[in-house]
């Protein structure tokens, strides 16, 4: 399971789930392949809902059916479900308080050489900016899985955003500390923190392992959960390091970067720099390219992490 | 004035029992006005074309009442063309759903509960509104869920003219003839106005029945959208229809009722000045007088 798309994983736990809970419903617009959701829509044709190419509808379909008192999962890449439908998301969902889970597929840069237009890297900054809706980037599967049976308890709105393809775990087996709406510590440190979110913190585990092997203790916070950010891990952890390193998929502007940074300048001031996409079209590449040549990687986290230290 | 109150409560209950909705349409537009005059703002000139098909819908035509709010298989409504919320707060308030004294003495002030666009945390209301193009997909929606379920309810919306310039209202026109919604009757308030003047002129949508027919609706051309009779026939008409979803084209006259405001695209949002207010009251009464 380790090397499961985190998308294949929430559409495996809802299908689970389906089985005995008639109420769940998935939504796709033309999505359901690049979704991972075809296995879902096979088996419970009466529980899934097709839009066509049709992000707005999408989103107030599945808040009308939640006002039906469906559990409504809408399906859709990331940066259509989060901007082209962002009035629908808070307006119908958000403000309506409509018990609806917003998938957002393939995010951040994972559609790669397809350009600016199939990037999502505003949608933390715009989601978390809607009062009433919360915002989840799991980082491997495990926590996916973790995180999906979490959300089908609630009947809150909620958006989360998943890359397009498989990614190695940071957790294994057996061993997946999950509690919801609090960070994770993937591993312990007193020098600097690492606050990461999503496919970044598998690289910053990396940097911390790095490091380590340097005599430079690091401790990596998974931050899934972004809003509501755990404001109490992130003051605990300033008060115990000496700088942050924030790493994020996206722009640089009303991220986990600026949201962590926020808290620790109000509670506890030490020095934050945040690593992220750059504020312009990214390069052209496959998404491991991008993380490349903007230092989205280990090796460029670790030297964040030296620079800040000096 | 408490006693006026209770007479008046008294002479609707006999209206509503001899199903004189004519006269109630007229009741509750002053009632609007009045409202428009409390709170100093509102979309005074949709508020009187929309209201005999809100009159109709929640007098004859829905399941709907403060006592089935929890019953699944009540009807629903979304107002689509939500600054229109004068006149559904009226009609909600008739019906029971909160107090009419609450609603005049706090609306659109400071931390009140009644919004200038429609509040679901208010009884009755089942999603906020007010952006357009939002009530058809949402309505959509709960069509679905209630075929799904097996449900007998009907989905109502009610939108302006002016509103299907937005290209979210054609994407919910699409998925419910192709969802075969036959639960979904959605209306729109053809007043021929909006704040930038006649519709055709804004963006043209005539032949309005052609374009919903070509999207799969089963269509009812209301010739006098404020004729309640009419209305009546064409409700009942669209809960005959299988296999679609039903679109009644109302139309209707902006401003409906007064000599002061009809057709008048400046009384798209407008308080009336005292001396407005005398004429637009006599108007009415001279209207009811012809019931």
Redesign the interface.
Known sequence: MGNTANKQMICEVLMEAAKTDKNI?ALCSDSRGSGSFTPFAQNYP??F?E??I?E??LV???????????K?YAVSPACFLSTRSY??CK??VA???TNVKLIGISGGVSYGALGMSHHSAQDIAALSAIPNMRVYIPSDAYQTEALTKALLKDEKPAYIRVGRNAVDPVYEEGNVPFEMDHATVVCDGSDAAIVACGEMVKPAKDAAKLLGQEGISVRVLDMYCVKPLDREAVIETAKNVKAIVTVEEHAPFGGLGSMVAQVVGEHCPKKVVNLSLPDAPVITGTSKEVFDHYGLNAEGIAAKVREILD | MREENGQKRAEYEQIKAEKNLKRLAYDLREDTVDLICAGKAGHIGGDMSVMEILVELYFRQMNISPENQEDKNRDLFVLSKGHSVEAYYSVLAEKGFFSKEELHRTFSKFGSKFIGHPNNKLPGIEMNSGSLGHGLPVCVGMAKAGKMDGRTYRVYTVMGDGELAEGSVWEGAMAASHYKLDNLCAIVDRNRLQISGNTEDVMAHDDLCERFRSFGWYVIDVADGNDIDELHAAFEEAKTVKGKPTMLIANTIKGKGSSVMENQVSWHHKVPSAEEYTQIMEDFKRAKEAF
């Open positions: 419903v009466e529980q809902v839009t066509g049709a707005q509808n107030s379909i599945a808040a009308g059916l939640a006002k039906c008192g469906k409504a009035e629908q307006i119908d403000y309506s308080d």
